[in-house]
């Protein structure tokens, strides 16, 4: 190649190179300058995108909440009574207060050791303060219209009650009533009351048997339904209820409790929230 030739070629390289090197140049100084003037417009422009698509994804969201399972699961225990509470009452008349309370005195003597002798516990057995009651006997004519009364006397009614962890002695002592009668004592017998003194470590109990029947109906459901058991939402405890054994007795919207009833069956729900994961 001449000579001229091949010189004009290299200059004509040199200034293509020359013309890239300022362009880049050029560019870089642009664009930092461009940066440095609107940096703050970018990043807000770069905030609000984010913002905007954490908003949508929200937004397509909403409505759709976490799958769980609710769940019912029950306690129950049957149980004894270990408690009875008896109570009676009895009555003298008299035309004289004085001699009214004499006798009625007499006959709490007598059925206190009557009791006593039974196996129950003095300790066990309250008399209450007597009722006193003026009596009166009112006359009418033949047109059923009043025309007087007199007084017939003093009536005083004592109370009693027996209150025994000794159930079977009290029960069978309750039955046998008939002895004070045939002694001149009028006794009147209420049906015994029975509970149990131990309900507090017993509805523990039936709680966590309940919380476990609860939970394996869960995990039940959620296998069965191809998923897995999360973590625990919600938990609410339903109303105790203390029926007869074997009855058909309804339940109470406030919880029932049964005392006319030896044996006795408790029960208790747990509603359980689980979610699915």
């Not at 029950?74 to 109570?87: C, N, Y």
């Not at 017993?202 to 048997?209: P, Q, R």
């Not at 973590?231 to 209820?241: I, R, S, Y």
């Not at 054994?245 to 919880?255: A, K, L, R, T």
Request: glycine share 6%.
């Amino acid at each position: 190649m001449p000579k001229s030739k091949r010189i004009k070629n290299n200059f004509l390289c040199y200034n293509i190179l020359t013309w890239n090197i300022n362009l880049a140049t050029f560019i870089k100084i642009n664009a930092m300058n461009f940066f440095k003037t609107h940096a703050a417009t970018l990043i807000i422009s770069i905030a609000v995108i984010v913002t905007g698509y954490i908003l949508g994804h929200s937004y397509l969201s909403k409505g759709k909440p976490d799958p769980v399972i609710s769940v019912t699961g029950l306690g129950e225990q049957s149980f004894d009574s270990d408690l009875i509470v008896w109570r009676a009452n009895f009555s003298r008349n008299n035309m004289e207060l004085k001699q009214a309370y004499a006798d009625l005195n007499n006959d709490v003597k007598r059925v206190k050791s009557y009791l006593m002798s039974k196996g129950i516990s003095e300790d066990e057995i309250v008399f209450e303060a007597a009722d006193i009651q003026k009596m009166f006997h009112t006359e009418y004519d033949g047109d059923g219209n009043e025309i007087g009364s007199y007084f017939t006397g003093y009536n005083l009614t004592q109370s009693l009650k027996v209150r025994s962890k000794k159930v079977d002695t009290v029960e069978k002592t309750s039955r046998e009533v008939s002895q004070l009668i045939d002694a001149g004592i009028e006794l009147n017998s209420n049906a015994p009351e029975y509970y149990y003194t131990k309900l507090a470590e017993l509805k523990i109990k039936m709680i966590e048997e309940a919380t476990k029947d609860a939970y394996d109906r869960a995990q039940k459901i959620a296998e069965n339904a191809g998923g897995a058991l999360g973590g625990l939402k919600t938990a609410d405890m339903g109303v105790f209820q203390i029926t007869a054994e074997n009855s058909s007795e309804d339940y109470s919207w406030g919880g029932s409790f049964n005392t006319s009833s030896r044996r006795k069956t408790a029960n208790i729900t747990m509603r359980l929230e689980y979610k699915i994961d």
